[in-house]
């Protein structure tokens, strides 16, 4: 049993009784997060039992007579709460580096700290020189794998990290968002997980495969659809080619949109400038319908080009010679050809008429500024005229219009399913519209092909009026089906009672019947075998 000593004086690794008010918090605890309710009902066990484990202190510098907790910082806060005088603490001299260490061993040692504690735990002893990922595994007995996956978690926004802390998000979902550059992240947050974000917004209930995906098709790029030198992005860790947990459908996206914007924006401006030198008299042009690069735009008006606001004409493709080897018999690919051979003819002549047209001043050949690349395309004079600035407002006030029917719509759905927490389940006959309600639902949750062949994949709620009532019988047999093919039996008794045997006893006995007789002599037979090997070894072992 160990001595517990009444005093202050500094006894390296004696347990004391230390005065409380004699103690300070420190700035080296890793853990930041303290549960108040948890706090409180320590507390309450301390008032009745005491503090059972000591906590670690040290004396401070310069201040005589005076410690700070280096491990236990839960039980000190739990016992001021409690108002103790006194706290039984192990005294120890240690020097700053070293509480700090002895601090963040203790504490990453515990289950209870959040994922963002271990990882600034684990990040301050990186920034050791001592450390690295390896020996930090080795140290706490975790994979290295585990501590980079905690380390990437510091990338995260402030708002996930305390999403995180919350447990409003899984540590998959933000280790999938700490891959992401900041600004995707602030994007997919206010989007998709804010508070007030519409529920069909959501994107908290995505598990992390989905969730990649999905960010990765609203908001990286396929670096595929790109023009510029990419040999610096095949080992850039923003290309998803690189994640660990992306399959072969994602690769080749960047998620540094920065980076991908400058490279894209350079390149643009490489070709615009090149097409400019051969063709100094055509202007630069953008799409008054068509999403154009606003970098590539700006940095063009800043160098004094002037960039006029298009309608562009449609662009005539060159036709493609067909393949033979594309074709099942001659006969195809002869009248491929033929068709080959007209569409020429068109083409020839569009582009006939186009000289023609600009001959007579009536089409304006401009340096078309595109998303990802520039190139020669031609508008109408009379359509050249900037766009008119009243035009522009009057689109903006009706789509602020749309949208504001759009959020009246959301708040009423929003505060009607808020409403229902407060119905009355009660045991009284379905109404009409509760029994049209069941089969919809039965409805939206059958399989696509069985909805196809019941010809009903396409009905609307307002539909489910008209349904008769055959129809009912086979939306609800099929929603039967549906589930009982999903369904996981857990029993081995094959004769036994469930719903899957039931109702195929009710649908067709015949093939149940052939089916147990069938496969009960097959499996009867490997048992009597395997009986006969287990008695064998059993009579050796006697």
Avoid at 155 to 184: C, H, R, W
Wanted: aromatic share 8%.
């Amino acid at each position: 049993m160990v001595k517990v000593k009444k005093q202050n004086a500094v006894v390296e690794n004696s347990f004391s009784l230390v005065g409380i008010s004699l103690i300070d918090r420190s700035e080296y605890n890793p853990r930041t997060n303290f549960n108040e309710e948890e706090l409180q009902e320590l507390s309450r066990s301390i008032k009745e039992k005491g503090v059972i484990q000591p906590i670690v202190v040290r004396p401070k510098s310069n201040c005589d007579g005076r410690y700070e907790v280096v491990c236990g910082e839960r039980r000190y806060r739990a016992a001021l709460l409690a108002q103790l005088d006194m706290i039984p603490a192990c005294i120890r001299n240690l020097s700053d580096e070293e509480a700090e260490e002895f601090a963040i061993t203790e504490n990453l040692q515990r289950r209870d700290m959040t994922p963002i504690e271990e990882a600034n735990a684990f990040a301050r002893l990186l920034n050791k020189e001592k450390y690295d990922y390896s020996s930090l595994a080795i140290r706490f007995g975790k994979s290295e794998m585990f501590v980079r996956g905690r380390v990437k978690l510091l990338q995260l926004i402030e708002p996930f990290k305390k999403m995180l802390d919350k447990e409003d998000i899984t540590i998959g979902v933000a280790t999938t968002l700490a891959n992401y550059s900041t600004d995707i992240q602030e994007i997919v947050f206010a989007e998709h997980y804010q508070e007030g974000v519409p529920s069909y917004c959501s994107w908290e209930r995505k598990r992390p495969t989905e969730l990649q995906k999905a960010i990765n098709s609203a908001y990286s790029t396929n670096l595929d659809r790109y023009s510029f030198d990419k040999k610096e992005c095949e080992t850039c860790v923003s290309n998803t080619a690189n994640f660990t947990l992306f399959d072969d459908e994602l690769c080749r996206n960047c998620v540094n949109r920065a980076c991908l914007q400058k490279k894209n924006e350079e390149y643009v401006l490489k070709i615009a400038m090149t097409l400019k030198e051969q063709y100094p008299e055509y202007p630069f042009c953008q799409s008054k319908r068509i999403q154009t690069h606003g970098g590539v735009l700006d940095k063009l008006k800043e160098d004094g080009h002037e960039v006029l606001n298009v309608d562009l004409l449609f662009e005539e493709e060159k036709p493609v010679i067909p393949v033979k080897s594309d074709f099942d018999s001659e006969d195809e690919y002869q009248e491929a050809i033929d068709d080959y051979e007209q569409e020429c003819t068109e083409y020839d002549e569009a582009i006939a008429e186009r000289e023609e047209k600009i001959k007579k001043g009536e089409l304006l050949p401009c340096i078309h500024i595109e998303h990802n690349n520039a190139c020669i395309r031609y508008a109408e004079k009379e359509n050249t005229i900037q766009t008119n600035i009243a035009d522009g407002e009057l689109a903006k006030l009706c789509q602020k219009k749309e949208r504001n029917t759009e959020i009246c719509s959301e708040k009423i759905r929003e505060e009607l399913k808020d409403y229902l927490k407060q119905v009355e389940i009660t045991d009284k006959e379905l109404s009409d519209i509760e029994v049209r309600l069941v089969y919809f639902f039965m409805l939206k949750e059958i399989n696509y092909e069985f909805a196809e062949k019941l010809e009903l994949c396409r009905v609307h709620y307002r539909d489910i009026l008209n349904f008769n009532d055959s129809q009912k019988k086979m939306i609800a047999r099929t929603y039967i089906i549906h589930h009982l093919k999903k369904m996981y039996l857990a029993t081995n008794d094959v004769m036994e009672s469930n719903p899957l045997r039931d109702f195929m006893l009710e649908h067709a006995a015949g093939a149940v019947e052939e089916i147990d007789n069938r496969l009960l002599e097959i499996y009867r037979k490997r048992n009597e075998r395997l009986e006969e090997r287990i008695l064998a070894l059993k009579e050796k072992e006697v």
